[in-house]
Nanobody, 127 residues
């Protein structure tokens, strides 16, 4: 059964870094658009970044531009989200999602357009 598995979350101080990973089990992520989303308590799920594996197109929401970097790892069928200079407002549960369609386009990924979801990983930025 196809599934996405996130890892890499944790507790970090403001200004610190984390790298999230999204591993595709049971399907080849190379054929998909992969998105990262986050949801803080009491807030709606927000699109953070996405990548179209085949042509390398990447997209970031304004609040993370210059701090987050999305990348692919073909050898491990994994997509990473490198998060630097983290801020307390980045605190949320982070989810990765995948879809075969053309769903990675400006201004940011939209959750309703992605078919496959991981279980989420908690990121907490606090001193």
């Amino acid at each position: 059964q196809a599934q996405l598995v996130e890892s890499g979350g944790g507790l970090v101080q403001p200004g610190g870094s984390l790298r999230l990973s999204c591993a595709g089990g049971g399907f080849n992520l190379e054929y998909y658009s992969i998105g990262w989303f986050r949801q803080a308590p009491g807030k709606e799920r927000e699109g953070v970044s996405c990548i179209r594996w085949r042509d390398g197109t990447t997209l970031y929401t304004d609040s993370v531009k210059g701090r987050f970097t999305i990348s692919t790892d073909g050898a491990h069928n994994t997509v990473h989200l490198q998060m630097d200079n983290l801020k307390p407002e980045d605190t949320a549960v982070y989810y990765c999602a995948a879809d075969l369609g053309y769903v990675c386009y400006p201004p940011r990924p939209v959750a309703d357009e992605f078919d496959y979801w991981g279980q989420g990983t908690q990121v907490t930025v606090s001193s």
